[in-house]
């Protein structure tokens, strides 16, 4: 679901190419005319359409690197939408499953002997629940739009998928080094931000490092759980990286912060690392 379209590409320059060259092809008619004119107007047709040239190059770079800027613009902003309708996705299969067990587990105390205030409390939890399941979807519904079903096909990833991610990496010619403490519990949300991170770490390390070592870190700490990612630089000589504009990080920075976490990413000892915290209370 495209909000803006793509930059279309516009100079000025365009019609002032035109009207020089329709000048050159008058000024080229004059050649074998006779009488003062004929000597004064082709130099000073010549010299305006030299200027005109001048100016028109000129104009054009400038208003290339003007669409430049609003094409790196869109597509930013594309890459941060893209990323909130993984969230919408990832929103409707993760709470739009927590609403209907609590509606299949009120509906199935029906049949239970139960104080009338009791029995009132359940039917109003179960006739909430089937209504906020039911507007929660519309509205992701409404929000995913024709991309937003593509997306919405692939399930929800947790930490069990990690091992895939890793498995990924070494089909791509890396050599990775999986780590996990103990995390205890995780909400389904922080899961799925940390498999995201991994993913687009590696991928990146791909892009700008080739086949090298990566460190993949998986702990907690306190309330937090935090994820680093962590490579050591090209180690095959004369690898140069494929530089990226840096849009899968925006699209993950977007979708770390609207769970209250912090994403950083930075140069370390000739290598890349990519650090995710996110907070997580433990269940008390």
């Known amino acids: 679901m495209n909000l803006h379209a793509r930059p279309a590409w516009r100079s000025r320059s365009v019609p002032v190419v035109a009207a020089v060259a329709v000048v050159l092809v008058m000024a080229m008619c004059t050649v074998g005319a006779t009488g003062p004119a004929a000597r004064l107007v082709p130099p000073l047709i010549g010299g305006g359409a030299v200027a005109a040239a001048v100016w028109a190059v000129r104009r054009w770079r400038s208003d290339r690197a003007a669409y430049e800027s609003r094409l790196t613009a869109w597509a930013a902003s ?125 991928s990146n390390v791909v892009r700008h490092a080739g086949p090298t070592e990566v460190d993949i870190e998986l702990r907690r700490d306190g309330d937090f759980v935090t994820v680093v990612v962590a490579d050591r630089g090209p180690d095959s000589p004369g690898w140069h990286g494929t530089p990226g504009a840096g849009h899968g990080l925006l699209g993950l920075r977007e979708r770390v912060g609207s769970l209250g976490g912090t994403l950083a990413a930075e140069p370390v000892e000739g290598g890349f690392r990519l650090t995710a915290r996110i907070p997580d209370e433990v269940p008390r």
């Open 78 to 202: 594309e890459a941060v939408l893209a990323e909130r309708l993984r969230i919408a996705r990832d929103l409707h299969d993760l709470v739009s499953h927590g609403l209907g067990l609590i509606t299949v587990r009120a509906a199935s105390t029906r049949h239970l002997p139960k104080s009338e205030q009791v029995a009132a409390a359940l039917g109003d939890i179960e006739e909430t629940s089937r209504g906020a399941t039911a507007e929660l979807r519309r509205m992701l519904t409404v929000l995913r739009g024709p991309a937003g079903e593509a997306v919405s096909r692939r399930p929800a990833e947790d930490l069990g998928t990690l091992p895939e991610i890793v498995a990924w990496a070494e089909t791509a010619g890396l050599r990775p080094r999986l780590a996990v403490e103990a995390v205890g519990e995780v909400s389904p949300g922080v899961q799925v931000a940390v498999c995201r991170t991994v993913r687009e770490a590696l």
